[in-house]
């Protein structure tokens, strides 16, 4: 983008309320068409930060017609009876998408359990058969978060093809996902996390900087190009002043200084997040019930449930 415009904050709230409202539409007419989307979602524990963010999915479900089918399990819950409540969930025709809330407890087997989500079903984009797809650039139901900044980029600036990506993180909720993502949009993808050299000296070539790393405020101006594009998908809780802050990976009042164009946060990436879960809801409900005339919206990766 031309260093010289003004700098534009990039409003996730908007662009999340013009996502949920594509949604509620295309619900509407599934459900004149008979099938009526649901989301199942599961709580295992007390965690608070958990029990907010599902209250919000469950909010924004229903805010777009979609019914919202609430587990909420004990911290106690064997993972034996998680995986058996997984197993019903996946025989439910009733059911079109099945999240379950991470962390887990500590005596639940995380990746045992995200196994065990039918990849039709599995609207977090987690499962390897999911995972595997998006890499080899198929269309799969596709983490939330990625999926999101990835929107965020294209309505910022348009086409994406030979635009060189920096994304600071390499987790498989995050970091790994976005990266996909923009090779398929025809991006020079670099990748950079804790033990990379010339972090700084990296991330200043970037026209697009992806943030997800965890460590509040990071990234300042000295990291950034004149003119880059940032996506901050950093949630950390601070104190400051004496009051408690939510502030992102990048050093905003800074960054300001030479971006094109960034996210806030908050206001940025998170209501992004939500809103693809409900996208990801609507494409499995999609992909259980193709119209008759039409072929399925995946149709190159039929999954066998898990039983
Ligand atoms: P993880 O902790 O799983 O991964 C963090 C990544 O950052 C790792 O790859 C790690 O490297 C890397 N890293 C850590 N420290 C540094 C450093 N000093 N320099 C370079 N790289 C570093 O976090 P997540 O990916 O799950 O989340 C990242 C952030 O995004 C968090 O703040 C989280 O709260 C937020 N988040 C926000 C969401 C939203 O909706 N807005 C959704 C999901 C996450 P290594 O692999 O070497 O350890």
């Known amino acids: ?29 599934m459900k004149a068409g008979g099938v009526a ?20 999915k469950v909010l924004r479900a229903e805010e777009c017609g979609i019914r919202s089918l609430e587990h909420k399990l004990p911290a106690s819950t ?35 359990v995200l196994q065990a989500i039918d990849p039709l079903k599995d609207v977090d984009g987690f499962h390897a058969e999911n995972v595997g797809g998006l890499s080899q650039g198929r269309e799969v ?6 999926a999101g900044c990835l929107r965020l980029l294209q309505d910022t600036c348009g086409d994406l093809s030979g635009q060189h990506a920096v994304v600071i993180g390499r987790s498989n909720i995050v970091g ?15 990748v950079v996390h804790s033990k990379s050299a010339n972090l700084r000296e990296l991330c200043r070539q970037a026209d697009i900087v992806i943030a997800a790393v965890g460590r509040p405020r990071l990234v300042d101006a000295d990291w950034l190009k004149p003119g880059a ?33 960034i996210t806030p946060v ?36 039929p999954c066998p449930s898990i039983s």
């Open 1 to 29: 983008m031309n260093a010289q415009a003004p700098i534009k904050l990039i409003d996730g709230k908007a662009a999340a309320a013009r996502v949920l409202a594509e949604v509620a539409e295309e619900v509407r007419e």
């Open 37 to 56: 989307p649901a989301l199942a979602v599961v709580l295992v524990g007390h965690d608070p930060a958990s029990q907010v963010y599902v209250r919000n």
């Open 78 to 112: 064997a993972e034996a009876d998680l995986l058996a409540l997984i197993r019903g969930l996946n025989a439910d025709s009733g059911v079109n998408g099945i999240l379950v809330q991470l962390p887990l407890p500590a005596h639940i087997d995380e990746t045992r």
């Open 141 to 146: 139901l596709t983490p939330c978060t990625p």
């Open 176 to 190: 790994k996902p976005m990266a996909a993502l923009l090779l398929k949009a025809h991006c020079s993808v670099t």
């Open 229 to 261: 594009v940032v996506i901050d998908v950093g949630i950390n809780r601070i104190e400051e002043d004496g009051r408690a802050k939510l502030v992102g990976d990048v050093d905003f009042d800074s960054a300001l200084t030479r971006a094109a164009a």
């Open 266 to 301: 908050p206001g940025g990436v998170g209501p992004m997040t939500i809103a693809f879960l409900m996208k990801n809801t609507l494409a499995a409900a999609r992909l259980q019930h193709p119209a008759p005339s039409t072929p399925a919206q995946f149709p190159e990766a």
